[in-house]
């Protein structure tokens, strides 16, 4: 069989590109500002459309709101944004049998960060910028929420308002929370890590992160559309009654949805084909098992809520009843679909934090890893049990109570994996000599916080005790500790650890410790007390409370302000380090085994001059005569900082 | 960036397999999609909130339905057919099987949206209803996605002809190869709507 040396994608070396990279792209070369301009002429188009169309619906006439209108502007906005953006291009050009080789190549300098890339790299620092949006974002919104429960009887917004604020926050930082990690590191680690050039599918790659903006600005527009009162698990009927916020809201999540699904998909079938000869299962990095587990999550379980979302769009705009009770639908039907991908949804956050924590922890131990394929078994084990659990978000919403007993135990088995993590990490700080670095504290930071948080979730998992804790503060303060407490102290752990690869450059250590004990202490402060407000009746998404618990709300709020004030000194950290004063980073500054580590800095287009065979798992730490990671007969290029 | 043939050859089986595990987790999405929509059958169906099912075991418009799926299941065992004959090296039925598929696609298409706009029943009128109109919705995608992917298909297998000359979908090229995984992945897509075709027909028109 003769193998052709013709390359089958656009990886392939353009022979004949009628593009070159090193023209200036014109002003109408597909761009950030053509995806804007495009979404904003499709908005208007979708808007007057669904004027001419439903002007006259007895609905419109009623409720004195065109939800057809809201809902094609939203549709045609999107459309109109990828199209801008150039996702669409290639879709298109496929109707006519065009393969990707005319595609031009990406573009120099900075402007390549404001199109559509397919290098996955590429794709991961716009996923940073994009997560930050969201964070930054909905962290306001948090603040402002923390302000309004100062006081109990004073209120700075009306008892609307603030519904929607909350709302709006819980939703925006859900969505953000989904792609924090698999966008911004998955994508730019994961085929360095598996000895991989490229992604399976980069242009897929690409649709994601612009379908994750386009979901973003879509949940915004929900604020000027009077926003929506359901909070983020937006439950029906209240669902059915809200104003056009609600569409927003839907179809964000359909949106956002989308994004998930192809980020998933992309990275998972990367994992599966594209790793580097030698790379078997036993040797894959943890964090890839964190990314590839959370891919399976992201692929199987969206589509739940895409379908879910889908339904309330048809119950507002084509006025169907899937959720409305007095016409053959059931409210109870919404929050089925929603937290059969609700669930799961929370350890698309959970286990990518794990993943990477079990990545960092063996460098700044200096020890092998303990329980490696415990630690993947524990990753698989959550995200397939995960599937098995959602009832327990409505135990108190009228179900059989025949079905608790189930869920109860399923959701009390969950714990025995995500115990298996932790039994990990102890076992690799077990006589290590620890460095404490950044990275390492913001590691050691999230066992803290989710040991906290997973315990408290094992008890509002007990039935009499939801009964109790349901809809309190109790259960905020557990799902903040899960996900604030894991989620976003890994991905710190992960930006301080990786951010010297992707940008040659160190983030400076002593504001760097400011940020981490800030946000370490204040985070605590501000979320251990609302334990103690829930158990002390205070629910959730209300703007009064007992007066007794004044004290506790105004202690969490000033700690809030604190901790928010440390996501200042984070971006201060990231200004300085990158802009004002960078301190160049040397080629491996953690001395770490992984094969990321071993390409050159910055990251060559392609990853690896030759694809590297792979001859041991990376973490095999002060035991010398270990196998090395990489036949060096066939090694990536060389390391070393080039500037 | 070095291109050995063992590289070459590496990468492209990459890619391969990436069309061939990418097909089937693509099937794996939409079967928790269309699960959605079957669970939202059965659970109405089994609450009947209000008595409002199925009221008077109202129907959506049957001929409709049993030509779109007729159509449906045509264009499936056409791409099936397809690829079996461009397996044996006839490219020319392969040709044939597929636009006619397209074009029972594309009619597919039409006629399922015709059908929101000659239904029988208001929208709300009961669960059977809106989960009805939702299958719509999904069956339209559904029928979009496989009518793009087979078109492109076909497209593709033409442009490779013009510019590789004849026989190079058959050929052992990285583009011949990567061109079969991609219509072996398209028909295994069109055999699972046929699938669940069948399953909904049951559901909506004969249950």
Same mark, same amino acid.
């Given at each position: ?19 070159? $990279? ?27 459309? +669904? ?57 120099? +300098? ?56 909350? $709302? ?83 179809? /964000? ?5 989308? /994004? ?5 998909? !992309?990275?998972?079938?990367?994992? @599966? ?14 964090? #890839? ?34 959720? #409305? ?20 949804? @929370? ?34 084990? @959550? ?74 979730? #094992? ?74 407000? /829930? ?37 201060? %950290? ?13 080629? !491996?500054?953690?001395?770490?085994? /992984? ?11 392609? %990853?690896?001059?030759?694809?590297? @065979? ?30 | =960036? ?40 059965? &659970? ?103 009518? &793009? ?38 028909? &295994? ?9 069948? =399953? ?8």
């Amino acid at each position: 069989m003769t193998i052709s040396a013709e390359r089958p994608t656009e990886v392939a070396t353009h022979s004949a590109s009628p593009y070159s $990279s090193k023209k200036p792209r014109g002003w109408f070369s597909q761009h950030l500002g053509t995806a804007l301009l495009a979404a904003i002429i499709g908005y208007l188009i979708g808007h007057w459309l +669904g004027n001419h169309i439903a002007w006259n619906y007895p609905t419109t006439a009623a409720t004195g709101q065109n939800y057809v209108a809201n809902f094609l502007a939203l549709l045609f906005g999107v459309v109109g944004w990828l199209l801008g953006i150039g996702a669409l291009n290639y879709p298109l050009a496929k109707l006519v049998g065009r393969s990707g080789e005319h595609e031009p190549e990406e573009a120099d +300098g900075i402007s390549k960060y404001f199109r559509y890339s397919t290098n996955h790299k590429t794709v991961g620092i716009q996923y940073i910028v994009g997560v930050l949006l969201f964070l930054f974002t909905a962290g306001l919104l948090a603040m402002a929420i923390r302000t309004e429960l100062l006081n109990p009887t004073t209120h700075v917004f009306s008892p609307d308002t603030y519904i929607k604020i909350v $709302s709006e926050h819980g939703t925006i930082m859900m969505m953000m929370a989904t792609s924090i990690i698999v966008g911004p590191l998955g994508n730019y680690f994961v085929p360095l890590m598996i000895g991989s050039r490229r992604m399976a599918f980069p242009r897929i790659e690409a649709f994601s992160f612009w379908t994750f903006t386009a979901g973003y600005m879509v949940i915004f527009s929900a604020l000027p559309y009077g926003g929506f009162p359901t909070g983020w698990t937006g439950y029906a009927p209240l669902q059915t009654q809200a104003g056009p916020g609600m569409i927003s809201y839907l179809f /964000g999540f359909a949106v956002i949805g989308l /994004g998930m699904m192809t980020a998933g998909f !992309n990275v998972a079938v990367t994992i @599966v084909n594209y790793r580097a000869p030698g790379m078997t299962w036993s040797r894959v990095p943890v964090f #890839v098992w964190g990314i590839l587990a959370t891919a399976a999550l992201m692929t199987l379980a969206t589509p739940a809520l895409f379908a879910a979302g889908t339904f309330g769009l048809l119950d507002l705009v084509n006025q169907t009843a899937f959720y #409305v009770n007095e016409h053959g639908g059931s409210s109870y039907l919404w929050q089925n679909l929603f937290w059969f991908f609700g669930h799961p949804e @929370v350890y698309i956050m959970a286990i990518p934090g794990f993943g990477v924590v079990g990545e960092l922890l063996p460098v700044f131990c200096r020890k092998p890893l303990f329980g490696y394929k415990v630690s993947a078994a524990g990753m698989i084990g @959550v995200a397939l049990l995960s599937f098995f659990v959602w009832q327990h978000h409505i135990f108190q919403s009228g179900i059989n109570p025949d079905m608790r007993p189930l869920f109860m135990l399923t959701t009390e088995m969950i714990s025995i994996p995500t115990g298996f993590i932790f039994l990990v990490g102890l076992g690799t700080m077990y006589k290590s000599k620890m460095r404490f670095e950044i990275p390492m504290l913001f590691s050691l930071a999230l066992y803290f916080n989710f040991l906290i948080g997973g315990l408290t979730g #094992v008890f509002i998992s007990d039935v009499p005790v939801n009964v109790t804790l349901h809809g309190s503060f109790f259960v905020l303060s557990h799902f903040h500790y899960t996900i604030m407490g894991g989620l976003v102290f890994a991905f710190m752990a992960g930006l301080y650890y990786w951010l010297p690869k992707m940008t040659g450059k160190m983030m400076n250590k002593k504001i760097g410790l400011w940020h981490f004990w800030t946000m370490f202490i204040f985070f605590n402060l501000t979320f251990f007390p609302m334990f103690i407000i /829930g158990m002390l009746g205070q629910p959730r998404r209300v703007f009064t409370y007992a007066k007794s618990l004044q004290g506790l709300n105004d202690f969490s709020s000033i700690s809030a302000y604190i901790l928010g004030f440390s996501f200042i000194i984070f971006a201060w %950290n990231l200004m300085y380090s990158m802009y004002i004063k960078p301190e160049m980073a040397p080629a !491996n500054p953690w001395d770490s085994l /992984g094969l990321e580590w071993q390409t050159a800095t910055p990251v060559p287009r392609h %990853n690896f001059d030759r694809i590297p @065979v792979i001859t041991n798992d990376p973490y095999h730490y002060a035991e010398p005569g270990a196998t090395p990671l990489v036949d060096r007969g066939q090694s990536s290029s060389s390391s070393g900082y080039q500037a | =960036m070095s291109n050995t043939p063992e590289e070459v050859e590496f990468e492209l089986r990459a890619h391969v397999g990436s069309l061939w595990t990418g097909g089937r987790l693509f099937i794996g999405i939409y079967t928790f999609l269309i699960a959605s929509l079957a669970f939202s059958y059965f &659970y109405l169906r089994s609450s009947n909130n209000s008595d409002l099912w199925r009221p008077n075991h109202v129907t959506a418009p049957t001929a409709y339905g049993w030509s779109i799926y007729g159509m449906m299941m045509g264009a499936g065992i056409l791409a099936y057919f397809g690829q079996t004959r461009l397996r044996k090296g006839q490219v020319a039925d392969w040709f044939v099987a597929c636009w006619t598929g397209v074009g029972l696609g594309v009619v597919a298409l039409f006629l399922q949206i015709w059908e929101l706009v000659v239904l029988n029943f208001y929208p709300g009128s009961s669960g059977y209803a809106s989960t009805f109109v939702g299958f719509v919705v999904f069956n339209i995608i559904s029928l979009t996605l496989g009518t &793009y992917w087979l078109e492109t298909c076909v497209a593709r297998a033409h442009r490779m002809g013009f510019e590789m000359g004849e026989g190079a979908v058959l050929a052992n090229t990285s583009a011949g190869r990567s061109f079969r995984a991609n219509v072996a992945s398209m028909t &295994y897509f069109w055999g699972f709507l046929g699938l669940s075709g069948t =399953m909904f027909l049951l559901m909506f028109y004969v249950l």
